[in-house]
C-alpha cells in the first residue's frame, strides 16, 4: 500500500463548481500535512497547510481527520485557473511525501 | 529574484553519458533537496542536504551522487546515465527548524536516448 493515496482524477468541472479532493495516508505516525499544487510542466508550490481543527484560505478548506488517516481539500467556486494537479503532502520524521496528485480541469 | 534555480532546464542525452545539474537557492535555506518525478508523475525524494551535509540519502542507485559546495548549492551528478532516469528533478529549499515549507526549482527534464 502507498503512503500516500489519492485519486489520480481527472476531476472535470464547470467554472463557478464546488470539487472535493480526498486523500489517506497510511503511516499514523505522521506530523504535519499540506497540499501542494502543481500545474502543466511546472514545479509544485505549497498550496496551504492542513490544520487538525481544519483550515480555510479564501474559496479553498482543508480537512485532516487523525484518527481516519484522511485529508480533504474543498474548493469552492472553481476557476478556469484552479486547473493544475493538488498533490496531498504528508510529512513524517524529516521527508515530505508527495502522493501521485488529482488532476482537476475547471472547464469554461 | 529567482529563489530556487536550475540548469539545464532540458538535457538530452545517449545512454551511458555521465551528466551534472546545478541547483541554486538564495534564499539562505538550511536544507536542500532533490527530487525525481518520473513519467507517472510520482514525486519522489532522492536526497537531502543540511548545511552541506548528507541527511537523508533514499535508495537511489550510487551513480546518482550529489555535492554541496556550500549551503546555497546542491548538485546532482549522475555517471553512466540509463533509459530510466528519464524523468524531471527538482531541486528544493526549506527553512531551518519547524518550518515545513519546501521551495522548489523549476525542474530539469532529462531525456536519455
Known amino acids: 500500500r502507498k503512503e500516500v493515496e489519492q485519486d489520480p482524477g481527472p476531476f472535470n468541472v464547470p467554472e463557478g463548481a464546488t470539487v472535493a479532493f480526498n486523500c489517506t495516508y497510511s503511516?499514523?505516525?505522521?506530523?504535519?500535512f499540506f497540499w501542494y499544487r502543481q500545474d502543466c510542466r511546472k514545479e509544485p508550490k505549497l498550496l496551504m497547510s492542513?490544520?487538525?481543527s481544519g483550515n480555510e484560505d479564501g474559496r479553498f478548506t482543508a480537512q485532516l481527520n487523525r484518527a481516519s488517516q484522511y485529508i480533504s481539500l474543498l474548493i469552492r467556486d472553481s476557476k478556469l485557473s484552479d486547473s493544475a494537479t493538488y498533490l496531498c503532502v504528508v510529512k513524517r520524521n524529516t521527508p515530505l511525501v508527495f502522493g501521485k496528485g488529482t488532476r482537476l480541469s475547471v472547464i469554461a | 529574484d529567482t529563489a530556487v534555480s536550475q540548469t539545464p532546464k532540458y538535457l538530452v542525452t545517449q545512454m551511458g553519458n555521465d551528466k551534472s545539474i546545478k541547483c541554486e537557492q538564495n534564499l539562505g535555506h538550511d536544507t536542500m533537496y532533490w527530487y525525481k518525478q518520473d513519467s507517472k508523475k510520482f514525486l519522489k525524494i532522492m536526497f537531502s542536504?543540511?548545511?552541506?551535509?548528507?541527511?537523508i540519502n533514499e535508495t537511489v542507485p550510487n551513480r546518482f551522487s550529489p555535492k554541496s559546495p556550500d549551503k546555497a548549492h546542491l548538485n546532482l551528478h549522475i555517471n553512466s546515465l540509463e533509459l530510466g532516469d528519464s524523468a524531471v528533478y527538482f531541486c528544493?529549499?526549506?527553512?531551518?527548524?519547524?518550518?515545513?515549507?519546501?521551495?522548489f526549482g523549476p525542474g530539469t527534464r532529462l531525456t536519455v536516448l
Open positions: 503511516n499514523s505516525a505522521s506530523q504535519s
Open positions: 528544493a529549499s526549506k527553512e531551518g527548524g519547524y518550518l515545513d515549507t519546501q521551495y
Open positions: 492542513v490544520y487538525s
Open positions: 542536504y543540511n548545511n552541506k551535509e548528507l541527511i
